[in-house]
């Protein structure tokens, strides 16, 4: 069946409006933090990896190319500590959104099926349930729905898309062991890992889901998702992939062959370059960085507490008041940010502060919070 007229809500970015309105009034324009979409000039040597692939007269393959999984399987032993995994066990995406958005109909998930998700967690993976006809519940405590038969699909949000919160292996062991023992999927959003602050287990490397130490070495049931966009400034090519569990990966394939879900060949070819450089991810980890170093105490010093926000691209910031009050707080200082009631209920009294911006806007941003205008 489907979906009729109003079935989604409202796409939440649009209720922004009136406050951008009222940001870029500021005598020195707008500083807008609110969308964590880079900035900074896609890396030269993945630009030339793209051009160099444009000939590209054939459809190309749905499952990758063997070069493109070979350098995830590359990458993941190199940078996250998850060796052995099968070239047949990944799967390019059309960006991770459309995954998130498409995942449990691609499951198989429809009415009387539950999808659990994080309790301040990015709107599209209740969107998915939706899509599917399935419902979803919001928790971070792993007991609400470790003894229940209806969940289906667990997904897991580290670093966190809003708090830059980080889950320990340990604590993904523990969801991982109670998915596993009601039969459920767990798929890990992991598409900030590269962006680690604070804590020292994240200094050591943000865990993956398919760690050895968190899985025991079996993949089963389990799908590790990651983006581009972030660590190599590729939003705009759509950049991805999930890994994991050979069998839920050819499932995904074949589905995705009738749909012809497929990520063009020189976005293929430039996402295999990609991921073999780490050199300009340290880059970019660092331009990250030193915006956060100037924003992060200037949010302190204007009254928020910031709390999470151990990696990844946000600080999640209250002045323990309604989100939309501190929304209206920043449009008279020219900032726009994100109120946290997008990201549920669990968020009604933060608002996620991106670092997202031009150097020279996030310095204006941190002097306007310093100076109280």
Not at 213 to 219: I, L
Not at 240 to 264: C, N, Q, S, Y
Not at 308 to 321: F, I, M, N, T, V
């Amino acid at each position: 069946m489907g979906l009729h007229p109003g079935a989604l809500p409202d796409f939440p970015w649009d209720s922004l409006a009136p406050f951008r309105e009222r940001a870029l009034e500021h005598p020195d324009g707008v500083v807008d933090l609110s969308v964590g979409t880079p900035v900074d000039p896609t890396p030269a040597l993945i630009q030339r990896a793209l051009a160099g692939a444009a000939n590209a007269p054939g459809y190309p393959t749905t499952h990758g190319t063997l070069e493109l999984r070979g350098a995830v399987v590359d990458w993941f032993a190199r940078t996250r500590g998850v060796a052995g995994l099968d070239p047949a066990a990944v799967l390019p995406t059309v960006g991770s959104k459309e995954l998130v958005a498409w995942l449990p109909a691609l499951l198989g998930l429809s009415t009387g099926d539950v999808v659990v998700h994080p309790a301040a967690a990015y709107p599209t993976y209740a969107v998915g349930a939706t899509l599917a006809g399935a419902s979803a519940v919001a928790t971070d405590a792993v007991g609400d729905w470790a003894e229940r038969d209806d969940v289906k699909l667990v997904w897991i949000n580290s670093p966190s898309n809003p708090t830059g919160a980080v889950l320990s292996r340990d604590e993904l062991r523990d969801i991982v062991e109670a998915a596993r023992r009601i039969g459920a999927v767990v798929a890990s959003d992991e598409c900030y890992a590269a962006l680690p602050w604070t804590d020292p287990w994240v200094q050591d490397g943000v865990p993956s889901v398919l760690d050895p130490e968190v899985c025991g070495g079996d993949h089963t049931g389990l799908l590790a998702l990651y983006s581009l966009s972030k660590q190599s400034s590729l939003a705009g090519y759509r950049a991805a992939f999930a890994a994991g569990d050979p069998a839920l990966i050819a499932e995904l394939v074949e589905t995705r062959k009738h749909a012809g879900m497929i990520v063009p060949a020189p976005v293929q070819a430039a996402m295999t370059v990609a991921l073999a450089d780490d050199s300009h991810v340290a880059t970019q980890r660092d331009i990250y960085r030193n915006r956060r170093e100037l924003l992060l105490p200037a949010v302190r010093k204007a009254g928020f507490e910031v709390s999470g926000s151990a990696a990844g691209l946000y600080l999640w910031a209250s002045r323990d008041e309604d989100c939309w009050k501190t929304i209206e707080w920043l449009a008279e200082r020219g900032i726009v940010a994100a109120p946290g009631s997008f990201y549920g209920a669990a968020g009604d009294r933060h608002v996620r502060i991106a670092l997202t911006a031009t150097n020279e806007r996030v310095r204006a941003g941190a002097d306007r919070l310093s100076k109280d205008r």
